[in-house]
C-alpha cells in the first residue's frame, strides 16, 4: 500500500510566480490536511479537506493561498504571486476519517528566489 | 487554544545512553497525543500515540505516558542508537478542534557513537 505521495520533492519559483503544490493520500484516505513548516520551527496547520469539501481553512493565510482536493485526483495547494517568506517545507497528511491517525508525505520543500 | 511545548533542542547524547524529552499541553477536553520522529530530509513518521489518560504509547524502544494530571506526555527510549538521530515532535490532536494537529517546535536529537 502506498503511502502519501507529494510532488514535486522541490520546488523553486521566483517571486511573483505562482507554486502548486499536489498530494495523493494514501488508498482509502478520504481526509486530507495541509500542513507548512518553516525553516528550524513546527509544523503549523493550514487546512483540512475532504472529497470536495473545505472543512476547516482556519490556519490558512488569507491572500494567495487557496487548497482543493477534488472527486477526482491529487489535492492541490495553491500558492499565487509567491513571496520570500513563502519558502518552506509543505507536509500533506491523510487519514480514512475524522479522528484517526494522520499519515505523512515526504513533502515539498519551496524555495522563492 | 490548544498548544504544545516541547524542550529545546538540540539534546546530545551517546549511544546508549537514556534520552528523556519533556513534553507538556494544554488543551481543551481530552486530545488524543501523538509523537513523530522527522529524519534528515525526510517527512514525518508517527513513533507513538495515546487516546486517553494513562495510556502507553510504545514503539521501537520509545515510550510515552498519557498524564492527565500533570498534561504531559514525555517521551523516553532507554538505550539510544545512532540511528535515532533525528528531530522528534510532539503533537496533540483536539477533538474540540476537530482532527487537526497542534505540534511543538521539535527537538533534535543527536546521537554519537
Known amino acids: 500500500n502506498a503511502g502519501v505521495m507529494q510532488n514535486p520533492r522541490h520546488l523553486v519559483r521566483r517571486r511573483g510566480q505562482e507554486a502548486r503544490l499536489r498530494c495523493s493520500p494514501m488508498?482509502?484516505?478520504?481526509?486530507v490536511y495541509w500542513y507548512r513548516q518553516l525553516p528550524e520551527e513546527g509544523l503549523k496547520f493550514m487546512v483540512y479537506?475532504?472529497?470536495?469539501?473545505?472543512?476547516?481553512e482556519s490556519g490558512m493565510p488569507k491572500e494567495r493561498f487557496s487548497a482543493e482536493f477534488p472527486k477526482e485526483g491529487p489535492s492541490i495547494l495553491r500558492i499565487q504571486q509567491v513571496v520570500r517568506g513563502d519558502s518552506a517545507a509543505y507536509f500533506c497528511?491523510?487519514?480514512?476519517?475524522?479522528?484517526?491517525?494522520?499519515?505523512f508525505g515526504p513533502g515539498t520543500r519551496l524555495l522563492v528566489l | 487554544g490548544d498548544s504544545v511545548t516541547q524542550m529545546e533542542g538540540p539534546v546530545t547524547l551517546s549511544e546508549e545512553a537514556f534520552l528523556t524529552i519533556n513534553c507538556t499541553y494544554t488543551?481543551?477536553?481530552?486530545?488524543?497525543l501523538f509523537w513523530y520522529v522527522q529524519y534528515p530530509g525526510e517527512g514525518l513518521q508517527l513513533l507513538l500515540k495515546?487516546?486517553?489518560?494513562?495510556d502507553k504509547g510504545s514503539n521501537k524502544g520509545f515510550e510515552a505516558t498519557y498524564r492527565k494530571e500533570t498534561t504531559s506526555f514525555h517521551l523516553e527510549k532507554g538505550s539510544v542508537q545512532v540511528s535515532d538521530s533525528a528531530v522528534y515532535f510532539c503533537?496533540?490532536?483536539?477533538?474540540?478542534?476537530?482532527?487537526?494537529?497542534?505540534f511543538g517546535g521539535g527537538t533534535r536529537v543527536l546521537v554519537k557513537p
Open positions: 497528511a491523510s487519514s480514512p476519517a475524522s479522528q484517526e491517525t494522520q499519515y
Open positions: 488508498k482509502g484516505h478520504s481526509h
Open positions: 479537506l475532504q472529497k470536495e469539501n473545505i472543512i476547516d
Open positions: 488543551a481543551t477536553g481530552y486530545p488524543s
Open positions: 495515546a487516546t486517553k489518560a494513562d
Open positions: 503533537a496533540l490532536s483536539g477533538k474540540a478542534a476537530g482532527n487537526k494537529l497542534t
